[in-house]
């Protein structure tokens, strides 16, 4: 399995895996291995297979952040606010998770499972 192989017909979905398909090419093989496993705890697949696997999941993991932010009403600097990110680049890193360029942490994503099921902190924006 090649990840060039993938493609999308919205352009935008395509600029999001071009920056995850980068992102993975750049990894080495045992680096592709470990982030296999810690994510899916199987072995016996090729490392392209793996890169592939782990290519498929990330772009819909940044299309989805994306939309349930639009769904929830908030800018790409409230958003990150709410996932525990400060400073002055919020929305930078916000864009750069849902464009693929950074990957999200299992801590924000069980953030944006709670907020789109409904939970609302005290300090949710208004």
């Not at 932010?69 to 750069?96: I, N, P």
Request: hydrophobic share 35%; charged share 30%; with cysteine.
């Amino acid at each position: 399995m090649d990840i060039g192989a993938i493609e999308f017909s919205d352009p935008k979905e395509n600029k999001v895996l071009v920056n995850v398909r980068n992102r993975l090419n750049a990894l080495s093989d045992s680096s592709i291995n470990k982030m296999y496993y810690e994510n899916y705890s199987s072995r016996g697949f090729s490392v392209e297979e793996k890169r592939f696997a782990l290519c498929a999941d990330m772009c819909c993991i940044s299309a989805k952040l994306k939309s349930d932010r639009k769904e929830l009403g908030l800018t790409l600097s409230q958003m990150a606010r709410m996932l525990g990110y400060q400073g002055k680049h919020t929305r930078v890193m916000m864009h750069d998770l849902e464009s693929g360029k950074r990957s999200i942490r299992l801590p924000q994503l069980r953030l944006m499972m709670a907020y789109t099921s409904g939970y609302r902190p005290s300090d949710w924006p208004k």
